[in-house]
């Protein structure tokens, strides 16, 4: 999201820079420099959560002067504002994102006093979808300063012509999620025992060692090696998506998932959970299966295939619904909300 949001931000006359915790090099990192966005970085592991952060912080901090920080994700939304306190500083204006309709912090009771102590220290909170917002209101007990704002991609860089799949024979299913535990990959691979040998899997994404080994051992005990194929993490994303012929997510939860719009933007039908997040970007365009229910899931799956129609009527659908989530639209509320923060 970075690699596509911060040159639209500096084209509109923001002086953008990155910092991470971890400045590992990475495909991503390049392109950002490439674009002349200065990338910084505290350390050179990922110890996210090491409250060590906290104090690297503050140190990069007091040599930097900027007038908005904007965090994402839970370890940068707490450690920004306990550096800023420890600093003495409350002036610069904070900004984070909210990029999920919940989290597994809310289901523990003790975090609430923490949570609403973080949030309290922003001057604007974004959710990435009006359902997170809702949840993340209610959560926190403010409306005030909280905003919707959708997550967004360059959707011209993944729209393909819809694909005639008259006369087919395979088929090349495709997932593009982080190996993690809420994406749920488990029942696409046991979906994948419903539907015949002419399908195969493709799963794109990397994640924790212990999720990707955990995901990969499921795919052998189920005997699925010879039809599952793990590619990692990818810069040729658009490319993959062109050579599939339907895009899945069967997460457990998610925000405003990229990588569904995305699969929308393909050209492909794109079949998702019935769950927050992906209900409200796909319903009524794509098709939703129930949560956890691999057997729907292979249903669908076999039905667009058999049903080149249907297929070509839901693949057109999504396309469509893809370009109310272009980066561009993305872009232009955070400048606006950045103006209206600094006046």
Not at 97 to 125: F, G, Q
Not at 260 to 279: H, N, Q, T
Request: hydrophobic share 40%.
């Amino acid at each position: 999201m970075m690699v596509d949001l911060l040159p639209l931000l500096q084209e509109k006359g923001n002086q953008i820079d990155l910092l991470l915790i971890n400045g590992v090099d990475t495909p991503f990192k390049q392109k950002l420099e490439h674009a002349g966005i200065k990338v910084y970085a505290l350390t050179m592991t990922n110890d996210v959560y090491n409250l060590r952060n906290i104090l690297r912080f503050r140190r990069f901090f007091a040599h930097a002067d900027y007038d908005i920080i904007h965090t994402h994700n839970t370890a940068c939304q707490l450690f920004v504002p306990l550096s800023r306190v420890m600093m003495g500083k409350t002036d610069t204006r904070l900004v984070t994102t909210e990029h999920s309709t919940t989290n597994r912090r809310r289901s523990k009771w003790w975090l609430k006093p923490v949570d609403r102590w973080m949030y309290s220290r922003y001057s604007a909170i974004v959710c990435i979808a009006p359902r997170a917002q809702q949840n993340l209101e209610a959560y926190i007990g403010r409306k005030d300063g909280v905003c919707t704002i959708s997550n967004g991609v360059d959707t011209r860089r993944f729209i393909h012509p819809v694909k005639d799949i008259t006369g087919q024979q395979r088929f090349v299913i495709t997932m593009v999620a982080a190996l993690r535990v809420e994406k749920d990959h488990a029942t696409l691979l046991r979906a994948m025992l419903h539907l015949p040998d002419n399908y195969s899997l493709c799963l794109v994404g990397g994640g924790p060692k212990e999720v990707v080994a955990s995901v990969k051992a499921l795919c052998a005990q189920l005997n699925l090696d010879e039809r599952v194929t793990f590619m990692g993490v990818r810069m040729d994303v658009p490319d993959i998506m062109e050579r599939s012929d339907i895009m899945v997510l069967s997460s457990h939860w998610e925000g405003l998932s990229l990588s569904s719009i995305e699969g929308m933007a393909s050209g492909r039908p794109f079949i998702a959970s019935d769950v927050e997040g992906l209900r409200d970007t796909v319903a009524g365009a794509g098709v939703l299966f129930p949560h956890g229910d691999d057997k729907a899931l292979a249903t669908a799956i076999r039905d667009l295939c058999e049903h080149p129609s249907r297929y070509s009527e839901v693949a057109t659908a999504c396309q469509q619904r893809s370009k109310r989530y272009d980066i561009s639209y993305m872009a232009d509320g955070y400048d606006q909300l950045y103006r209206s923060l600094m006046q």
